[in-house]
């Protein structure tokens, strides 16, 4: 019956272990996908604003001196 007990509660606390470390996947799994979606919009934000730059731009003035 003591062996039985011992195992229980092995059984017990590992069960308890993995549950922990279960939730804390999901939190980290969360938080990555939030910093995802961050950077993508970050990324986004950089692109466009990368874009419209360069359509404001005008022509470097040296580079015709050196292509001609």
């Known amino acids: 019956m ?18 922990k470390l279960s939730l804390k996947v999901e939190q980290l799994t969360d938080e990555i996908s939030q910093l995802k979606n961050k950077m993508d919009k970050s990324n986004k934000i950089s692109r466009t ?6 359509r404001n731009s005008s022509n470097l003035e040296f580079a015709k001196d050196v292509f001609g």
């Open 2 to 19: 003591n062996k039985l007990n011992y195992e229980s509660k092995i059984e017990e606390l590992f069960l308890e272990k993995f549950e």
């Open 49 to 54: 604003f990368g874009l419209k730059a360069l």
